[in-house]
């Protein structure tokens, strides 16, 4: 296998495209000076905050995982394959990935 990792590359790059966008759109709504927030912009930021939180819960939870599973075969002295680090790699990954593509379709879809 030419480049072992090539799966996890790819969803951390597609994440560093997607993550600036939800930014700048969220961005848009808050930096309007002497205005205040609106209800819509409210939500969005209570909801920015919670996905967070439940992202890295989520996130945390698959790191153990993984972390369990390659520490019981290591004690069994089966050494890791790059296979499964990508899939460990992944699987943390995954929950900020799967958020960040839907807020970017969403917020996309909200400011056309």
Same mark, same amino acid.
């Given at each position: *296998?030419?480049? @072992?990792?090539?799966?996890?590359?790819?969803?951390? *790059?597609?994440? &560093? %495209? =997607?993550? @600036? +966008?939800?930014?700048? &759109?969220?961005?848009?709504?808050? *930096?309007? @000076?002497?205005?205040?927030?609106?209800? !819509?912009?409210?939500?969005?930021?209570?909801?920015?905050?919670?996905?967070? =939180?439940? &992202?890295? *819960?989520?996130?945390?939870?698959? +790191?153990?995982?993984?972390?369990? $599973?390659?520490?019981? =075969?290591? %004690?069994?002295?089966? @050494? $890791?394959? /790059? &296979? =499964?680090?990508?899939?460990?790699?992944?699987?943390? %990954?995954? /929950?900020?990935?799967?958020?960040?593509?839907?807020?970017?379709? !969403?917020?996309?879809?909200? !400011?056309?």
């Amino acid at each position: *296998m030419l480049f @072992p990792y090539a799966g996890l590359a790819g969803q951390m *790059m597609h994440m &560093a %495209l =997607q993550a @600036p +966008l939800v930014m700048a &759109a969220r961005m848009g709504d808050w *930096m309007v @000076p002497m205005v205040p927030p609106s209800a !819509r912009t409210r939500r969005e930021a209570s909801r920015m905050v919670l996905e967070k =939180q439940a &992202a890295a *819960m989520e996130s945390w939870a698959a +790191l153990n995982t993984h972390a369990l $599973l390659a520490w019981t =075969q290591c %004690l069994l002295g089966q @050494p $890791l394959s /790059p &296979a =499964q680090v990508e899939r460990a790699g992944r699987a943390v %990954l995954a /929950p900020y990935a799967r958020r960040v593509g839907a807020n970017a379709a !969403r917020l996309g879809r909200r !400011r056309h």
